[in-house]
């Protein structure tokens, strides 16, 4: 036996060396000396680009790092089931500094981005003191950990009140393959935003990678992916139930591992050649903010949806604000609802002044194994309440419908759980 790994090669030098495995039984260490001597370029733009290779792609990888657009624009990117990456998190981090991304640039509309974002602001401290006046420290607590915890805690409150625009940043790290067919679609995106940020991308990738990215372009294509991206980016159900599962999976094929699912330990994955079982799809009502963490598992399908106050702004945020502070919210909710349904635009722009509160219709199909991953990963206490009372309610479903399935979800009650300050990344 012999292993070796090359990390030190680009993207294209590493596709190369893999794909030469294909056509020779030659040892890598000689595939290395052939791409030091001739380069990739040549062979990506030979075997890859327009002869149906496309598997080669796959075997070189990059990561892109974008900054300064809209949560609109990283949903885009990360609407894929096979994306890889991180993103900026309003539940650890205060958004009051950042840019707002503003399409409709009227007088109005920047007036509506500004009152939540004056909301966002001035809530903050009566939020928190009324955080503190709740969960008081414990003495066996750690004041710099307590403190973590209490800002945590009242972003999770207030990010319902952050407009869809505001920036964020993301990365992307991604084979060269899945790079060029995501680009292909995003650059049919019905937000320019998205639009705009697709073609740049495509212009860094063609920059250090040409031979990867010189694919020939068919207007058919180019004319269905315009017709998809129309007419079907976006889910959107005003009708939306609170929560259904509806499921193809039969109780006799679960019945029939009854010991795979009895047998198995907390934190423990089910084989995932349990997907040929079926799907559970989900449809529910979910404010927008946990969406975007429930969008973060894409073992199955998840659609994008249309955030629109046609649904209403999610209880949960209201219910935690001070009797004061939510009075206030009330009123802004109900003043921002008539000034957003006055802008002229497109309801794909409007979502950019619909706050991450209000309610959208959601859709997600998984099969066994990322049902049961998605429940126990987000009914933990330290997830947000909104999202947590969803895997709840999914757990509860599966077990209903399967008596054989164990989903070991967390059922404790919510509460105060000082462990939100431990969850952050910090330089020893």
Not at 255 to 272: G, M, S, V
Not at 391 to 407: C, L, N
């Amino acid at each position: 036996m012999k292993v070796f790994c090359y990390d030190e090669f680009s993207p294209e030098d590493t596709a190369m060396m893999q794909a030469l495995y294909s056509r020779s039984a030659k040892s890598v260490v000689e595939h290395v000396e052939k791409v030091k001597k001739t380069g990739s370029g040549k062979f990506m733009e030979s075997f890859y680009v327009g002869y149906g290779h496309n598997s080669i792609a796959d075997c070189g990888s990059t990561t892109i790092f974008i900054e300064n657009v809209s949560t609109f624009v990283t949903k885009a990117f990360q609407a894929h089931n096979l994306y890889s990456g991180q993103e900026t998190s309003t539940r650890y981090i205060d958004m009051s500094k950042q840019a707002i991304s503003d399409p409709v640039g009227t007088k109005e509309s920047k007036k509506i981005l500004d009152n939540w974002m004056d909301f966002y602001l001035g809530a903050q401290e009566r939020v928190r003191d009324h955080i503190r006046q709740q969960f008081p420290r414990s003495e066996d607590e750690d004041e710099k950990m307590y403190d973590k915890a209490v800002a945590a805690r009242s972003f999770d409150i207030l990010r319902g009140f952050l407009p869809g625009g505001i920036n964020t940043q993301f990365s992307w790290h991604t084979n060269l393959r899945q790079a060029h067919d995501s680009l292909d679609i995003l650059l049919h995106h019905p937000l320019q935003e998205v639009r705009d940020t697709a073609t740049e991308v495509l212009s860094v990738l063609k920059s250090k990678y040409a031979n990867s990215f010189s694919h020939k372009i068919h207007q058919d294509s180019e004319g269905y992916r315009e017709f998809c991206g129309a007419n079907y980016t976006y889910y959107h159900n005003p009708k939306s139930p609170d929560f259904t599962m509806t499921t193809d999976i039969s109780e006799q094929d679960v019945e029939k591992y009854h010991d795979l699912f009895a047998k198995r330990p907390i934190k423990t994955n089910l084989p995932q050649w349990l997907l040929e079982l079926g799907l559970a799809t989900f449809d529910l009502k979910l404010d927008f903010g946990s969406f975007r963490d429930l969008q973060r598992h894409r073992n199955g399908v998840c659609r994008m949806p249309l955030l629109t106050t046609e649904l209403g702004f999610n209880d949960w945020y209201l219910s935690q604000l001070p009797d004061d502070v939510k009075k206030e919210a009330l009123d802004l909710i109900k003043k921002q609802t008539v000034a957003i349904a006055k802008l002229k635009c497109t309801d794909a722009e409007q979502q950019y002044y619909v706050a991450m509160g209000f309610n959208i219709s959601c859709r997600v199909s998984y099969g066994l194994p990322a049902a049961i991953y998605t429940i126990e990963m987000r009914s933990g206490r330290t997830v947000h309440p909104s999202l947590r009372l969803i895997a709840h309610q999914m757990s509860r479903a599966i077990e209903a419908k399967f008596p054989a399935i164990v989903t070991h979800a967390d059922y404790s009650a919510d509460d105060w759980d000082v462990r939100r300050g431990a969850q952050d990344i910090v330089e020893k």
